[in-house]
């Protein structure tokens, strides 16, 4: 199979503090991996592209120094909302892929709640 | 990626067909029609895909048009559990991996008890 654990599944933390969000492929190995961000009643919007031993990709309107991507590893990206506001509060969801057989593997998602 | 056309939302009666359509009409040779679905507070879960010939597998059915304008992804017996917004993708799948999957609005599907 192709298995992608994301944790945690919900945090709350107060405004002003930071957040780290770990994503990991369990039965493989990607060089690659993929933040989404979804708001209440829309579609996943994607952040960033992470790659293994090197900076990751952000989409316009990301802003980089606040959502810090890490991936260190093949099988371990973070990303960390640095300075959390009320308005980062969102469903964050990670992504990658084995291979084109396997497509894309989703984790679970992180429900974050700033206060 | 080819753009993709569908309804927002759909009912269907619990035990029975949905058949979700999805409208594709600048699909190119090389690509692939996928289907994912997101259950409530999930992450997206993969369905089906197919280039031209139509698929089946556990989860689902996926019927493409001769001139692959348009598709359709049948849950034949749709349960509660089948409640979800399901995602139609177009893409050529040799960049997978390297490039996300762009989603669109999709279709929510409520199945009525």
């Known amino acids: 199979g192709a298995v992608v654990s994301q944790h945690p599944s919900r945090v709350i933390c107060k405004s002003g503090t930071s957040v780290k969000i770990e994503c990991r492929s369990l039965d493989f190995q990607a060089t690659t991996m993929f933040w989404y961000r979804q708001f209440p009643k829309q579609s996943l919007m994607l952040m960033a592209t992470?790659?293994?031993?090197?900076?990751?990709?952000?989409e316009q309107g990301v802003e980089k120094d606040k959502f810090l991507i890490n991936h260190a590893s093949l099988t371990l990206s973070t990303l960390t909302v640095t300075s959390a506001h009320p308005e980062d509060s969102s469903f964050y969801i990670c992504?990658?892929?084995?291979?084109?057989?396997?497509?894309?593997?989703f984790g679970s998602g992180t429900r974050l709640t700033v206060v | 990626d080819a753009k993709t056309t569908q309804p927002p939302s759909m009912d269907c009666a619990e035990g029975r067909a949905a058949n979700l359509p999805c409208n594709h009409s600048?699909?190119?040779?090389?690509?692939?029609v996928y289907w994912y679905r997101q259950i409530h507070s999930q992450g997206p879960q993969y369905i089906i895909h197919g280039l031209k010939n139509n698929e089946t597998n556990e989860m689902a059915s996926l019927i493409i048009t001769e001139d692959r304008k348009s598709s359709t992804l049948i849950l034949p017996h749709a349960t509660l559990r089948d409640t979800a917004v399901y995602y139609c993708?177009?893409?050529?799948?040799?960049?997978?991996?390297?490039?996300?999957?762009?989603f669109g609005s999709g279709t929510r599907l409520q199945v009525q008890p």
């Open positions: 600048t699909i190119s040779g090389n690509e692939y």
């Open positions: 992470s790659n293994e031993g090197s900076k990751a990709t952000y």
């Open positions: 993708i177009v893409r050529v799948p040799l960049d997978t991996g390297r490039r996300a999957l762009t």
């Open positions: 992504s990658a892929s084995r291979d084109s057989h396997y497509g894309y593997t």
